[in-house]
């Protein structure tokens, strides 16, 4: 038997149209309702996380739209693009087919690893993972259809949908205060060497000179200032421009990867923009809300628009002058050559395929379904003392409450939250200690970083804060992380660490990945997050920095011989 499946030849055009298009369309049909309810549960949340304002009817339209996660806020027009081009794409080759042995096993071994990824996945409730899963397992079911010429034909609508799955928001979160740091040092220089506006960088915010009252001026760096929203969401138009743009071979790739530092100069050009206006205009103007932040918001997209173009017409122009042909006339050049190529017509009714999507529904659907119990225990309660000597002073505490709405985030009531006052001298200031404890439930043990945000505080500084050697029983340095950050007037001081098992870490994702290791093993799956929290009063940052890390000497060999 030869390495091509029998299949009876049949002439370019008869393949691709007609009687072909009878054979494609119901199996498309089946195939896109059954990856539609496997993939339902991990969409859903996807999508609640995009837009959680939505549902909100007294709210404006634009505030729904833009209410939920910013840096995916272009993340429902992906798959209509993406279908939109797979349309153009079938009415020019349709489903051009010639499968062989070797595309067959590699394509069922791509479907299988990647169905089984997204059971994982979905039964773990790891969503972005499921959700990049679905790119491999089409990717699979386009092999076993019709070999690498429908892999070459429909690789683009494919490849497109990963700007569909947002990323954690832990991971954004690390990126995204890098680049916010680095573009306002960046629009700094520019503001006071180029329009001579003096101004001082203090983390998210830039400090300029009174106005005419001698009031003190401050503009807050948001995040989507920052640059990652325009960096994700021009990453996707960009690689959209590089498949349609007139430039051919590898001048896609370059304009593909420009999208980067475009996106990057665009918002330093942004925020150096605001600083200017917020010298001159005042930061009710510039700041969030104000109509030249709002507008800014929209040319800088403009801007890197006009950017790519410009970076185009330079390529062109490069080959013109070089007498090089980089120049293609025709909407995805490449399907012309598989325009001149016979091939037979895709099977898309295979009945592997179809039971093993039928098998993921079912399951995606049961799971998806389960009532999610919250973990009920005492075990942190048990962790803290009520009454704790810090230095030479003895603090008493008192509990404090977690509403129910964080308690229906975290799934579980397994905590302890305490605020600790001086028993002397009470006009000091205290210190608050959470200890969430979770048993086979990664949920409770999340990043901080996401609930400091979520409650409308800015972080304005992170980074490692050592708290010394023998703290804990193992003997090993423990390092903490700090996190400061401000509403309005009000500074807060935050010091955590995550615990999974014995081991200690300031790193999300390292802690998630082994209690889910933990749990995929069928072994205990334990974590806590460990927070202490200290307001900043009057300013003295230093003062707060020295209390909370004199309580986490204090208390860490405590929690660390109580919480198992």
Same mark, same amino acid.
């Given at each position: 038997?030869?390495?091509?499946?029998?299949?009876?030849?049949?002439?370019?055009?008869?393949?691709?149209?007609?009687?072909?298009?009878?054979?494609?369309?119901?199996?498309?049909?089946?195939?896109?309702?059954?990856?539609?309810?496997?993939?339902?549960?991990?969409?859903?949340?996807?999508?609640?996380?995009?837009?959680?304002?939505?549902?909100?009817?007294?709210?404006?339209?634009?505030?729904?739209?833009?209410?939920?996660?910013?840096?995916?806020?272009?993340?429902?027009?992906?798959?209509?693009?993406?279908?939109?081009?797979?349309?153009?794409?079938?009415?020019?080759?349709?489903?051009?087919?010639?499968?062989?042995?070797?595309?067959?096993?590699?394509?069922?071994?791509?479907?299988?690893?990647?169905?089984?990824?997204?059971?994982?996945?979905?039964?773990?409730?790891?969503?972005?993972?499921?959700?990049?899963?679905?790119?491999?397992?089409?990717?699979?079911?386009?092999?076993?259809?019709?070999?690498?010429?429908?892999?070459?034909?429909?690789?683009?609508?494919?490849?497109?949908?990963?700007?569909?799955?947002?990323?954690?928001?832990?991971?954004?979160?690390?990126?995204?205060?890098?680049?916010?740091?680095?573009?306002?040092?960046?629009?700094?220089?520019?503001?006071?060497?180029?329009?001579?506006?003096?101004?001082?960088?203090?983390?998210?915010?830039?400090?300029?000179?009174?106005?005419?009252?001698?009031?003190?001026?401050?503009?807050?760096?948001?995040?989507?200032?920052?640059?990652?929203?325009?960096?994700?969401?021009?990453?996707?138009?960009?690689?959209?421009?590089?498949?349609?743009?007139?430039?051919?071979?590898?001048?896609?790739?370059?304009?593909?990867?420009?999208?980067?530092?475009?996106?990057?100069?665009?918002?330093?050009?942004?925020?150096?923009?605001?600083?200017?206006?917020?010298?001159?205009?005042?930061?009710?103007?510039?700041?969030?809300?104000?109509?030249?932040?709002?507008?800014?918001?929209?040319?800088?997209?403009?801007?890197?628009?006009?950017?790519?173009?410009?970076?185009?017409?330079?390529?062109?122009?490069?080959?013109?002058?070089?007498?090089?042909?980089?120049?293609?006339?025709?909407?995805?050049?490449?399907?012309?050559?598989?325009?001149?190529?016979?091939?037979?017509?895709?099977?898309?009714?295979?009945?592997?395929?179809?039971?093993?999507?039928?098998?993921?529904?079912?399951?995606?659907?049961?799971?998806?379904?389960?009532?999610?119990?919250?973990?009920? @225990?005492?075990?942190? /309660?048990? *962790?803290?003392?009520?009454? #704790?000597?810090? !230095?030479?002073? +003895?603090?008493? &505490? $008192?509990?404090?409450?977690?509403?129910?709405?964080?308690?229906?985030?975290?799934?579980?009531?397994?905590?302890?939250?305490?605020?600790?006052?001086?028993?002397?001298?009470?006009?000091?200031?205290?210190?608050?200690?959470?200890?969430?404890?979770?048993?086979?439930?990664?949920?409770?043990?999340?990043?901080?970083?996401?609930?400091?945000? @979520?409650?409308?505080? /800015?972080? *304005?500084?992170?980074?490692? #804060?050592?708290? !010394?050697?023998? +703290?804990?029983? &193992? $003997?090993?340095?423990?390092?903490?992380?700090?996190?400061?950050?401000?509403?309005?007037?009000?500074?807060?001081?935050?010091?955590?660490?995550?615990?999974?098992?014995?081991?200690?870490?300031?790193?999300?994702?390292?802690?998630?990945?082994?209690?889910?290791?933990?749990?995929?093993?069928?072994?205990?799956?334990?974590?806590?997050?460990?927070?202490?929290?200290?307001?900043?009063?009057?300013?003295?940052?230093?003062?707060?920095?020295?209390?909370?890390?004199?309580?986490?000497?204090?208390?860490?060999?405590?929690?660390?011989?109580?919480?198992?």
């Amino acid at each position: 038997m030869s390495g091509e499946e029998t299949s009876k030849p049949e002439s370019t055009s008869a393949s691709l149209s007609g009687a072909s298009g009878v054979r494609v369309w119901p199996g498309l049909t089946v195939v896109a309702v059954l990856m539609g309810l496997a993939w339902y549960g991990t969409f859903s949340r996807v999508w609640v996380q995009w837009f959680p304002a939505w549902w909100r009817v007294d709210m404006p339209l634009l505030d729904r739209l833009t209410g939920g996660d910013s840096y995916y806020t272009h993340g429902p027009l992906v798959p209509i693009v993406a279908v939109a081009i797979a349309f153009y794409i079938y009415s020019r080759v349709g489903t051009p087919a010639k499968r062989t042995r070797g595309s067959s096993m590699l394509g069922w071994a791509v479907f299988g690893m990647f169905l089984l990824a997204h059971l994982l996945f979905t039964f773990s409730s790891v969503t972005f993972a499921s959700g990049f899963a679905l790119l491999g397992v089409m990717m699979g079911v386009v092999l076993i259809w019709g070999g690498w010429p429908l892999v070459r034909a429909y690789a683009l609508p494919i490849a497109l949908l990963f700007f569909m799955v947002p990323l954690p928001l832990a991971w954004i979160d690390g990126i995204n205060f890098e680049l916010k740091l680095f573009a306002s040092k960046m629009a700094l220089w520019l503001a006071s060497h180029v329009f001579s506006v003096p101004a001082v960088v203090d983390g998210s915010y830039v400090l300029l000179s009174p106005d005419a009252d001698g009031l003190p001026k401050t503009l807050v760096i948001e995040n989507v200032c920052g640059g990652l929203r325009s960096i994700i969401a021009l990453t996707f138009f960009a690689a959209l421009f590089a498949a349609l743009c007139r430039a051919t071979g590898l001048w896609r790739w370059f304009l593909l990867l420009m999208a980067f530092p475009v996106a990057i100069a665009c918002n330093v050009v942004r925020i150096t923009g605001l600083i200017v206006a917020a010298h001159h205009l005042g930061t009710d103007v510039a700041g969030e809300h104000g109509w030249f932040h709002d507008l800014s918001g929209i040319l800088v997209f403009a801007l890197a628009l006009g950017m790519m173009f410009l970076l185009e017409s330079g390529v062109l122009v490069l080959g013109r002058i070089l007498k090089r042909d980089w120049f293609d006339a025709r909407l995805l050049g490449y399907l012309n050559a598989i325009e001149g190529e016979k091939h037979v017509a895709a099977r898309t009714l295979h009945p592997g395929v179809l039971t093993g999507l039928v098998l993921s529904a079912a399951l995606s659907v049961y799971w998806v379904n389960q009532p999610q119990p919250a973990a009920v @225990g005492g075990m942190a /309660k048990q *962790v803290l003392p009520t009454r #704790v000597q810090v !230095g030479d002073a +003895v603090y008493t &505490s $008192g509990d404090l409450v977690l509403d129910d709405k964080v308690l229906a985030i975290l799934e579980t009531d397994d905590y302890v939250y305490r605020r600790f006052a001086r028993e002397v001298d009470a006009g000091e200031p205290g210190f608050d200690l959470l200890i969430v404890f979770s048993k086979n439930n990664r949920r409770g043990t999340h990043s901080p970083e996401l609930c400091i945000q @979520g409650s409308g505080e /800015k972080i *304005v500084s992170k980074g490692p #804060v050592s708290i !010394g050697t023998g +703290v804990v029983e &193992s $003997g090993e340095p423990l390092s903490m992380r700090e996190v400061v950050s401000q509403d309005g007037r009000r500074m807060v001081y935050y010091l955590y660490i995550f615990k999974s098992g014995d081991s200690y870490t300031t790193n999300y994702t390292m802690q998630q990945a082994t209690i889910l290791l933990h749990g995929l093993l069928r072994r205990e799956a334990v974590g806590a997050l460990i927070r202490l929290t200290v307001t900043v009063q009057d300013e003295d940052l230093e003062s707060a920095r020295r209390l909370a890390r004199d309580a986490a000497a204090r208390l860490m060999p405590i929690i660390d011989k109580n919480l198992p």
